[in-house]
């Protein structure tokens, strides 16, 4: 199947509310190109390089998400740009951004990662830090980042009761901030049981692009 049919069909399977970020990374900008052809207007990218050439290249009516771990040093690549940053997983980071998309005059979207898997290696903050980063945004006025909602990625597992678990904690922590809109989990195995669960956005890469 065409890129196209494989969007088209999962735009078929997902309510008009969820958000479809697809996720591109390691694409080449004609399969890029061919999911926008088909109307996808929001890509989602791990490695700052490979966007920013994708942004350069590109229409400019997309939206692009950061999906990767964002390490500090390296935000002022993409804060010309860049429409949401889903993994920040720190106070520092979050004033980083703020820092430089005031050089740039926007505002920026962010997700704070929360960590729901087993596994140890997948980045997130615990309720504790969550709540004290919230508290700090909301008492410090940072004006050129939103705290729009929340991100997290399930245990790497076939287990569904497990996944499903971790879903629902996520969403539950989320439920206890009726400010947050963005409720982003799920991925090209798991996005169904996560719209079940009540995620907002989907990100889904070789469901659309074919495996890497």
């Not at 069909?9 to 008009?16: N, Q």
């Not at 980045?123 to 945004?137: H, K, P, T, Y």
């Not at 798991?190 to 989907?202: F, K, N, P, R």
Request: net charge neutral; charged share 25%; proline share 2%.
């Amino acid at each position: 199947m065409s890129i196209k049919d494989n969007l088209l069909k999962i735009k078929s399977t997902i309510p008009s509310k969820v958000t479809l970020v697809a996720v591109s990374k390691t694409k080449p900008v004609s399969d890029l190109m061919e999911a926008y052809n088909a109307g996808q207007r929001v890509f989602g990218e791990n490695k700052i390089q490979e966007m920013t050439q994708k942004w350069k290249q590109m229409p400019k009516d997309i939206q692009w998400h950061m999906i990767g771990h964002v390490q500090t040093n390296k935000v002022k690549y993409i804060a010309e740009y860049v429409n949401l940053i889903h993994g920040v997983d720190s106070l520092k980071l979050l004033q980083e951004i703020n820092k430089q998309a005031a050089k740039h005059n926007r505002v920026i979207d962010c997700l704070l990662q929360i960590h729901i898997a087993e596994e140890e290696s997948k980045f997130g903050l615990d309720e504790n830090e969550l709540e004290e980063i919230l508290q700090f945004v909301q008492n410090d006025k940072m004006q050129n980042i939103k705290v729009i909602g929340l991100m997290g990625m399930a245990t790497f597992t076939e287990n569904q009761t497990q996944i499903k678990k971790e879903f629902q904690h996520l969403k539950s922590i989320f439920d206890k901030h009726p400010q947050l809109t963005t409720l982003s989990m799920g991925m090209s195995g798991d996005y169904q049981l996560a719209i079940e669960c009540g995620s907002t956005m989907v990100r889904i890469g070789s469901s659309i692009f074919g495996n890497r």
